[in-house]
């Protein structure tokens, strides 16, 4: 589960409004509202508490996730699925301990994935896509690598346990965690000027709890460990922290 900002939920809305109303040809899934906490930015400068939606939703070959975004899988053969996506990327708002760099807008990540999921409780993945909608130093080549298990744990409860690595260009790198010369003098923190490659590794723990017909409670933790250039970001050694955590509650109702 991700946060997303009021405008994305409203997006998110009106294309699953448009899709429910082709319920009756196959739409199936979840749906439900939470909360969580989670850091203010990549660098984990400080927490914050969000409300979240939550949704899991087929239509055919089409899927609107929390985590994935709206994806399609226009190739879908032997557990191999593969096709575009279009997913949220929250931005930065640079106040607090952060005040004097400079605020990174909201935007959105379009680009292609290549998933193999041979069973219903387990795949392994792979996305590639950029970053749009924000100034040009903004729009970064960004992606992640990982894989998820899920399995029955007795009393209807399902856990699920996933690593995924994320990876970035320079210039997406520098988004979030490089420092300019100008931001320097305005925010006190050193100079630094970010590097390509892995930026993170996350695990996660994830149950899902039946409440009653169709209705289910979800909760998860995650931990993100930094690396690279990411991990040696004076914003991160100064204002953040390599390690943080991630904690999200949700109530879901399942159709089908």
Known sequence: MVKVTSAVFVGLL???SFSSSAAAEGITGEVGAGVSYQPHDPTGSRYETQPIPYFDLDWGSVNL?????LTWSALNTNGITAGPYINYLPGRTANGSLRGLRDVPDMAEVGGFIQYAPAEF???YAQ??????GSRDHSGVLG???GELGYPLGGGIIGSTGLMAHFADARQTQTFFGVDDK??????IRAYNASAGFQNLTLTQS????LATHWSLLASASWTHLVGSAAN???VKEKGDVNQGQVQTAISYKFD
């Open 207 to 210: 149950f899902e709890f039946p």
């Open 14 to 16: 009106g294309l699953w």
């Open 233 to 235: 970001s004076t914003i």
């Open 128 to 133: 590639v896509g950029q970053a749009v909608g």
């Open 183 to 188: 931001e320097s003098a305005a925010s006190g």
């Open 122 to 124: 387990w795949r392994v």
């Open 65 to 69: 996730g929390t985590d994935d975004g």
């Open 144 to 146: 992640k690598l990982g």
